[in-house]
């Protein structure tokens, strides 16, 4: 059964500060990993997905990679900005519908 | 081109009554996935439909749960004698195709009295 770890579960920086959250997964049996950013009461905008052939994908100031065979993931996010706090989802796609975890919450501090 | 539509985006229920949720996809998909959001918790898969079949319903309740996807017409979630446990978000996201990414919808605020 696939489990999605996210660390940390919370994380407050001050603007400007790069930063950087882990996903891990138990099966690396998978077709893809997203990364979702949810804010309060919104539903998910997805931010980033990598396919299991691919080691990471940028868009802007987000990076993400991907280690399929130690089933780790890790959302970059540089020069942090105040609109950039929102909780930040990891989730797989394998044989079994999205698995999330449980995501990291995010406070830019001004 | 419209996102994934849920209506409504509010609902309080007493105990015992049944709720209706409804998600209309973004266009041209065809695929209908459900999940529920509990407090401080992850989303967990609910269901997974494909126009008229639902194809895996194993994050489903056995009991008092129901979903369906017709047609002609929006996907619809329905819980039936809603207990105060109910109370949660309920998202609906939409896929062209089962491994293509799920653009999900704003959700369901549902509310147990």
Redesign the interface.
């Known amino acids: 059964k696939q489990e ?1 770890t996210q660390i940390p579960a919370a994380l407050s920086v001050p603007e400007g500060e790069n930063l950087v959250l882990n996903c891990s997964f138990t099966d690396s049996a998978i ?2 990993l ?1 990364w ?1 950013r949810q804010d309060p ?6 931010l980033l ?1 990598i396919q299991s052939s691919q080691r990471e994908q940028t868009s802007g100031r987000l990076n993400a990679s991907l280690d399929k065979s130690s089933g780790r993931s890790t959302l970059y996010i540089a020069a942090s900005q105040p609109g950039d706090s929102a909780t930040y ?1 990891c ?1 797989v ?1 394998g044989n ?8 990291t919450r995010l406070s830019v501090i001004a | 081109n419209a996102g994934v539509m849920q209506n409504p985006r509010h609902l309080v229920r007493r105990r015992g009554q049944e709720a209706r949720l409804r998600c209309s996809p973004m266009k041209g998909h065809s695929h209908v996935y459900w999940y529920r959001q509990l407090p401080e918790e992850g989303l967990k898969f609910m269901v997974y439909l494909q126009k008229e079949n639902i194809i895996d319903e194993s994050g489903m309740p056995k009991e008092r749960f129901s979903a369906e996807f017709p047609k002609e017409g929006p996907s619809i979630l329905r819980i039936q004698q809603v207990v105060r446990g109910d109370s949660a978000a309920y998202f609906c996201a939409s896929s062209p195709g089962q491994v293509q990414p799920q653009h999900f919808g704003d959700g369901t605020r549902l509310s147990i009295l």
């Open positions: 999605v077709y893809n997203q979702f009461g919104k539903g998910l905008t997805s997905l989802l989730a796609k079994t519908p999205l698995v999330f975890g449980k995501g």
